[in-house]
């Protein structure tokens, strides 16, 4: 029997019809190879070795400047390079940095290897930067960039380039390659065991492919390090993202609690409070979450993050027009294709239906733009797909992604997409992997609880369906404008707990 539902012309990607999928695929993955295959070249282009920038003429040229003026700018050259030194450090071991600083360091970098082509380490600093800058203003055009930029300093010195290597891993965890993030970073600690900074990206990678065994075991090995007072807040952190993922709550926001109190700089501090913030978040303290998210931005005001989770949090005090305005302010420039979701979202609970669907919109283009720049976008569209579009797209999709990549997070947005699709039993494998402790989900997440509880409901298992959407409402009573009302919808419809005849006693 065929279930499927379908909503056509929806696609986040222009699909074909089903019967041409296949042929359709492979020929999307050659276009946007080729795609990004041609921003590289422009990359290439732009940082050619030993290219100058034209001067400008002398003709017209200002008068010499007086002693206060030439005061005033070395002390603005004495402050950028300062600026350009703390993101140097911070980019070489994987800590936040400004956005300002990363452009300075930036800046620096693509003249260094002009002037100096066989520098291997200028050129895995540039990509690394090019990396972080990236995953800050969510803009992908900087991703084949970074390749190639990395991939310059691994061929000008191959053996033990341990930063162009940490950077390659980066990349991969930036553009959702958890097995190729894992082949670097391995790379990276087989080079240099006794590095830190090379367990973080590694951890993550596992957490990617739902190797949680492994992630735990390499952060035990990274705890069991002495590392410097300047590295341990990013350790505490990478120990709170674990903890996070077991369900021990009270560990996870310990951990980051201290590693916002012992970081160096404003970035990185920032970084850590949007942290707790999202944790916050996710056991449903609005309060909480908001002081954090606002702290943040206090100390820089570019950390986008904390813009969105500010947008979420004022949705749900009932603040929705400064949570439109929070929201935009995360989005404005390029913007994270997630937050541009989750504001059509909040204007579809709106009733602003020509609002959400602009959104849509600016969801497909952002997508587009990240597939281009090499970006894994499947387990978005697959979570788009399935509740705005044609959910056998999402099935599709995310089958392959689990296939490469088994995270709970992909098994919880396979597990909804097939519910969506109507294949309820075989969703309800994937939702129990989501949050089954004995399989690694252990993470208390109420969108993964009220999949699950919803799906039972499909199955006619009431008692469970019941606790579970109970369970998804007590965990956040606000985990998303358009899912709360469907699981107060599904729980009222399901009604009490009918009462049942004790058993009778033995003779």
Partial sequence: MDNRLSVPGTSLSAEPPPGRRRSSRWLRRVLVTALAGGVVAGAVLTLMPGERRPESGRAGALPAAGPQARARAEARARAEARARAEALTAVTSGVPAALPQLTSLIGQQEERVRARPQDAKAWAVLGAAYVQRGSRTADAADYPRAERALRTSLQVRAERNTEALDGMAALALARRDFPAAKRYAEQALKAAPGRWSAYPPLIDAYDGLGDYEAARKNLDKLLGLRTGTAARPAVMARASAVYRDRGWREDAVAQLTDAAAAAQAPAEQAAYLAGLGRLAWERGDLDDALRHFEAALRLDRDQRAAQAGRGRTLAALGRPREAVAAYR????????????LELGELYESLGQEADAEAQYEQLRTRVRRAVAGGVDEDLLIGRFEADHGDPW???????????????????????????????????????????????????????????????????????????????ALRINPHFSPLGVPEARRALAALGDVPEEPLPAEAP
Avoid: C
Avoid at 329 to 340: I, R, S, Y
Avoid at 436 to 465: C, N, Q, W
């Fill in 329 to 340: 302010a995360a989005l404005a420039g390029e913007a994270n294709p997630q937050d541009v």
């Fill in 393 to 471: 797209d999402a099935v599709e999709r995310l089958q392959e992604e689990w296939r490469r990549q088994p995270g709970i997070e992909v098994a919880d947005a396979l597990g909804w997409a097939l519910h969506r699709a109507g294949e309820d039993q075989e969703a309800l494998t994937y939702a129990t992997v989501a949050t089954d402790k004995a399989k690694g989900g252990g993470v208390r997440s109420a969108p993964y609880t009220f999949h699950l509880g919803m799906i039972e409901g499909e199955l006619e298992r009431y008692g469970p369906a019941r606790r579970h959407l109970q369970e």
